[in-house]
């Protein structure tokens, strides 16, 4: 089973902080994998277990260490939303730096789309996708993808259902011409 979880700790050190919770996986039988780290210095990772119990297990085991700032069953397909609810929970994924998760719910609707908003919501996908790698710390790999998300957000509309596309495209091109990456809202 694979679940989806943040986590804060006031240590400032991320070798110590990852360090101590794959030693605490390992005790509950868990695989961490997929390290990302947000801005403020929150780690998202994936965790694999046997079963729920496991999970719930690990988790009993984090929490007296950690704040658990969220957690997703991976296991259990996304309800059915109208547009404007995926569209607004994907921001709310963007603006909380939950870019795996945003790429997840906007890849549902991409499928279902033709043309230029295909196209378009693949060059929104794109840029979720250069932040994961970027939180992976791979840089180079994110400007590459991030590159690939400009030629598709290249279009005269300055909005998509309420996404400023002018100010995404002003961002991401910020981050191009300096090479680093700085989180922004959409």
Request: include cysteine.
């Amino acid at each position: 089973m694979r679940y989806l979880i943040r986590l804060a700790s006031s240590d400032p050190s991320k070798d110590n902080f990852l360090g101590s919770v794959r030693s605490l996986a390992k005790t509950t039988g868990a695989d961490v994998r997929n390290p990302k780290w947000t801005s403020r210095g929150s780690l998202e990772i994936d965790v694999f277990v046997p079963t729920a119990a496991d999970f719930e297990m690990f988790l009993s085991v984090l929490r007296p260490l950690y704040t658990v700032e969220s957690s997703t069953d991976l296991n259990v397909a996304a309800a059915h939303k109208p547009e404007r609810g995926v569209i607004a929970e994907a921001r709310g994924y963007f603006n909380s730096e939950r870019y795996w998760e945003c790429h997840e719910v906007l890849e549902g609707l991409w499928r279902q789309k033709k043309g230029e908003e295909k196209l378009v919501l693949q060059g929104v996908i794109l840029v979720c996708a250069a932040f994961v790698h970027h939180q992976k710390g791979e840089d180079e790999v994110a400007l590459g993808v991030l590159r690939r998300a400009m030629k598709l957000l290249d279009v005269p509309e300055p909005e998509y259902r309420g996404i400023d596309l002018q100010a995404l495209r002003g961002r991401a091109d910020g981050i191009l011409s300096s090479g680093f990456f700085t989180t922004f809202e959409i």
